[in-house]
């Protein structure tokens, strides 16, 4: 059945206003048909883990949402002397450091060591930052230590 105009138009609207969720979509789809017809073991094996993966990292993402509280609790950074900065990939960091420094060696040097190693290519990084020295940790600590600071204050 042929589309009219206006369907035409409505679709190309919607089309335009969803690009994100039909991306997603059509991975989905593609993902689904691999897995169905024509994953090995070997690649099923390397898609159980990259889920796994995955999965970390969306916890840890739903817990940043506490340590955004923190971050909005003007008082609490205040009565602790805290900057606290969310990263949303460890690249951010990279990117923001090198920006503000003109040694890239230096700097590219200290990431390496502090942060390549510690963080995977996408978990966010908390940086809680004290009298002018940050700390870096995944949410789920960062959120532990913010939470144990702010619990002290109440005390």
Do not use: C, H
Not at 33 to 44: G, H, K, Q, V
Not at 54 to 70: E, Q, W
Not at 134 to 153: A, H, P, T, V
């Amino acid at each position: 059945m042929a589309l009219t105009d206006a369907q035409k138009r409505a679709q190309k609207k919607y089309n335009e206003k969803n690009k994100n969720k039909r991306k997603i979509i059509s991975y989905r789809n593609s993902a689904k048909m691999f897995i169905r017809r024509f994953a090995s073991d070997e690649s099923l094996d390397e898609l159980e883990e990259l889920i796994k993966e995955r999965r970390r990292i969306n916890l840890l993402l739903s817990d940043l949402d506490g340590v955004r509280a923190f971050i909005n609790n003007k008082k609490f950074l205040d009565k602790n002397g805290l900057e606290i900065k969310i990263w949303r990939r460890p690249e951010d960091l990279l990117k923001d450091r090198l920006q503000k420094n003109d040694e890239k060696k230096v700097v590219e040097k200290w990431f390496a060591k502090k942060i390549e190693e510690k963080f995977s290519k996408e978990e966010p990084i908390v940086e809680i930052k004290k009298a002018g020295k940050s700390k870096f940790y995944d949410s789920f600590r960062g959120y532990d230590i913010l939470d144990w600071l702010n619990d002290q204050i109440d005390q």
